[in-house]
């Protein structure tokens, strides 16, 4: 490809207290063997010296920096489609790495599929020490181009920290709403639901997500879910709406019986399950087994 008559890619940067590993970020991104690339940091708030440091690397690293109070995930993404002027947008975390050959790549394929929204690339998973911990998709270097249904039902792999996206897509579909806490579902249904399709890419990793639990990452599902349901109940008129519907609930009754199981039987006596479908049988099982149990036989089959 040359580079003179490439599309232009802007990365929005969203960093939040990763003063540790946002120049690592950074390394990879100025890296990249692209030449048509803006690079935008947003820094939402940082309290850890975040923002100090990105003062400091600006010119090192040819970057926009944006500072603000803290405003969550979803209002940076908000603005950087606001902000953002290339013909493509990748929202990056600041504790990322994008791999080598990952914004070539991503462009090549997407100029190739001229009614895609989006693609949809394959991720290697860090440990927090270091450790590789597999990827999302097998390497089979196959590009598949599919649709809403196909996220509104589960059916394919997606993720956000390895998505481009057609910037004006993302301008046809406008502001996402900041009472969710997450943004690729509304992102990925939104713009397929327009009429876009997306490409799931199985090649090489392109971005390595490092994976930093906190103590709230396990509570905090049961709250994500139910935003879900929540965006779910936006497509009602969609003819697969009930079988998405007792998927997500299906979801959160899972989740909820691994934490609460006094609200997963409440949820339970609501209804809207594919009764006797594995998920639900699953969901017994969880019920049925003490929690230290279910947690040692989880350990068990997921050996470090």
Known sequence: MNNLI??????VVASYNHQQYIEKTLQSLVSQDYNSIEIIVVDDGSTDGSGDLLEGLKEKYNFRLIKRKNGGLVSVINLGIKEAQGDYVVFHASDDESLPGR???????LMRYKNAGFISGNVAFIAEDGRNRGTLLKETGQERELGFDDLFLHRASVS??????RASALKEMGEISENYRAEDPQIFLRITRLGYTWIQWAGPPIIAYRMLFSSQSRTIMPLLLRQHLNLVKEFSDHPLYPKALAQIKTYLLSALAEQDKLSALK???A????LFGIGFVRVVVKLLLPRKLHNFFKRAGNPS
Not at 6 to 11: D, L, N
Not at 160 to 165: F, I, L, R
Request: charged share 10%.
């Open 267 to 269: 949820e339970i006596t």
């Open 6 to 11: 490439s599309p232009s890619v802007s990365i």
């Open 271 to 274: 209804g809207g399950f594919q």
């Open 103 to 109: 914004i070539r790549g991503q462009v090549d394929v």
């Open 160 to 165: 956000s920290v390895a998505s481009m996206y």
